[in-house]
Each structure stands twice: as structure tokens, then as C-alpha cells.
Nanobody
Framework: QVPLVESGGGLVQAGGSLRLSCAAS????????MAWYRQAPGKQRELVAT???????KYADSVKGRFTISRDNAKNTIDLQMNSLNPEDTAVYYC???????????WGQGTQVTVSS
């Protein structure tokens, strides 16, 4: 199993920044595509950013240029640097680990991000 533990959420004013971190256990971390998702009240969970084992990046259009995802395979962690936050970024943010070849998919417990106007 690859338990995931998020940290770094909180309350910030519009225009501010937050950095989320996700710690994963297990030496197989480096074989997983890692991602951040978010879910706002009354809305479906949506993909925010992904980073593959090879370091390829993908971002939702709504966060391009503002958010940066990164991974450290030596520490088994991924981060999400969020800049220029706006109230529409308010959501619970979830860390995800996926390995399609082995059909494994894991979720963290989520961390709340609230952006005040």
C-alpha cells in the first residue's frame, strides 16, 4: 500500500500563496504517476496537475501559470506550489498516486484550502 498524507492547506487572502505537500510511503513511489485533484463544495472532483515518473507535467487550464507541481523521488514527496490564489481555488485538495500497469490507485485524506476575497 502507498498511503498518502497531505499537508500545507489553510486560509489565505486572494493573491496569496500556499504550498501543499504529499508524503507517500514505500519504495515503489517512483513508479507512480502523482497528481493533485481538488473538489469544491457542490462540484465534482477535478484534476489540477499531474507529474509522471519521467517528470512530464500537465495542468488544468484554470491553474496554468499559477500552480507548479514537483516531485522528489528520494524523499517520496510531491508538492504543489500555488501562487496568485483566488476564491475560485477554494476546495479540498487531494493527492493521488496511480500506476495503470498494476491497476493501483491511492488517495490521500485531503487538505482544505480556503481563499478569502
Amino acid at each position: 500500500q502507498v498511503p498518502l498524507v497531505e499537508s500545507g492547506g489553510g486560509l489565505v487572502q486572494a493573491g496569496g500563496s500556499l504550498r501543499l505537500s504529499c508524503a507517500a510511503s514505500g519504495s515503489i513511489f517512483r513508479f507512480f504517476t502523482m497528481a493533485w485533484y481538488r473538489q469544491a463544495p457542490g462540484k465534482q472532483r477535478e484534476l489540477v496537475a499531474t507529474i509522471t515518473t519521467g517528470g512530464s507535467l500537465k495542468y488544468a487550464d484554470s491553474v496554468k501559470g499559477r500552480f507548479t507541481i514537483s516531485r522528489d523521488n528520494a524523499k517520496n514527496t510531491i508538492d504543489l506550489q500555488m501562487n496568485s490564489l483566488n476564491p475560485e481555488d477554494t476546495a479540498v485538495y487531494y493527492c493521488n498516486a496511480e500506476n495503470r500497469m498494476s491497476n493501483q490507485n491511492y488517495w490521500g485524506q485531503g487538505t482544505q484550502v480556503t481563499v478569502s476575497s
